[in-house]
């Protein structure tokens, strides 16, 4: 069960559990392999303003907004400005950020989506900020969505690459099949029940298994793509 990638996402999580009690983090303080997942996740970050800030350059979109916050520790219920920007002819949800003007460029979090022909969602990007600490997301994603017959499937990678998660349901009563988290995500089909191998097959025999030339941002902008 993607043994050496467990043992990665493992190190990563000990890290940030111990980054969220500080605000700041000197990069030449981290391991190597942790300095570049930093660099890499914040370049991620980057790359998700740009798409954000080029769908909204002919100005024919529209928002929504509303004030949200978190109890506990942070005890501030009116943390962030959650802004929610549409398309103003298809009314395609076409982004959702969470400003905070304490992190980077303003971005506590940031999910930015793209539709396939049909008016789906064929992919998604996020990343979010812990309350506690601002110098790196603490959660990089990049979301592939597929449709075939009546099923719906995903797979989440990080901006890492890493394969944490993937979902398939029946669109009919949005049933889930397989809701799968990293530690439970077979290497092959093997590994499922015998009862069930043939229903995941159906779910993901037809999906990406990495996030492929995706795990750019950037590919949207290509004329090419």
Not at 82 to 104: A, C, G, M
Not at 132 to 154: A, C, D, G, M
Not at 199 to 223: K, N, Q, T, W
Request: glycine share 4%; net charge negative; charged share 25%.
């Amino acid at each position: 069960m993607k043994i050496r990638n467990l043992f990665t996402l493992m190190i990563i999580t000990t890290f940030l559990l111990a980054a969220t009690h500080s605000l700041a983090i000197a990069d030449d303080a981290l391991p190597d392999g942790l300095q570049q997942r930093h660099q890499l996740w914040n370049s991620f970050v980057d790359k998700l303003y740009v798409l954000h800030r080029k769908r909204l350059s002919d100005d024919n979109y529209y928002t929504t907004e509303r004030i949200g916050g978190y109890g506990g520790q942070t005890n501030n219920l009116e943390y962030y400005r959650e802004v929610h920007y549409y398309d103003r002819k298809s009314r395609q949800l076409l982004s959702i950020v969470k400003w905070n003007e304490t992190y980077p460029f303003g971005i506590h979090m940031i999910d930015v989506f793209y539709y396939d022909e049909k008016g789906r969602v064929a992919r998604e990007y996020s990343a979010t900020y812990l309350p506690s600490r601002h110098t790196s997301p603490s959660e990089t994603l990049v979301i592939l969505h597929y449709y075939k017959n009546n099923l719906h499937s995903f797979r989440e990678f990080d901006a890492s690459n890493i394969h944490i998660y993937e979902q398939c349901n029946r669109i009919a009563n949005d049933k889930a099949l397989f809701a799968l988290h990293f530690e439970d995500i077979p290497d092959s089909v093997s590994q499922i029940e015998k009862e069930k191998r043939d229903d995941y097959r159906a779910c993901f025999d037809h999906v990406a298994e990495s996030a492929g030339i995706y795990i750019d941002p950037m590919v949207e902008l290509s004329p090419l793509h």
